[in-house]
């Protein structure tokens, strides 16, 4: 059975950071690509980051471009997203994605991702 359990959620004043861990079992882990989706309250899921299967490139959307930094450990199942000098449109419950095999452009599509965890909550004060 394939779990994505995320951690490290909670609230943090802007310009702050927070790291979000994902750790992953149940499948092989390299054969996965990874990503970081969120969804604000009456918006749309939208991709927040994305790294392929053997770390060696990432994709961030533009408006966390410079500020969120998406990286993998594969020897441990992990995948993290250090989010720096976050801000309140930041604010979000936040995704783990898996996704076999996965290369760009779909790294950016929800659809393109087999399994997801649960969310944690990410919410940033003003």
């Known amino acids: 059975q394939v779990q994505l359990v995320e951690s490290g959620g909670g609230l943090v004043q802007a310009g702050g950071s927070l790291r979000l861990s994902c750790v992953a079992s149940?499948?092989?882990?390299?054969?996965?690509?990874m990503a970081w989706f969120r969804q604000a309250p009456g918006k749309e899921r939208e991709i927040v980051a994305a790294?392929?299967?053997?770390?060696?490139?990432?994709y961030y959307a533009p408006s966390v471009n410079g500020r969120f930094t998406i990286s993998r450990e594969n020897a441990k199942n992990t995948v993290l997203l250090q989010m720096d000098s976050v801000e309140v449109e930041d604010t979000a419950v936040y995704y783990c994605?898996?996704?076999?095999?996965?290369?760009?452009?779909?790294?950016?599509?929800?659809?393109?991702?087999?399994?997801w965890g649960q969310g944690t909550q990410v919410t940033v004060s003003s």
């Open positions: 994605a898996a996704g076999a095999f996965v290369v760009y452009p779909s790294l950016l599509i929800a659809t393109s991702y087999n399994y």
């Open positions: 149940g499948l092989t882990f390299s054969d996965y690509a």
């Open positions: 790294i392929i299967r053997t770390g060696g490139a990432t």
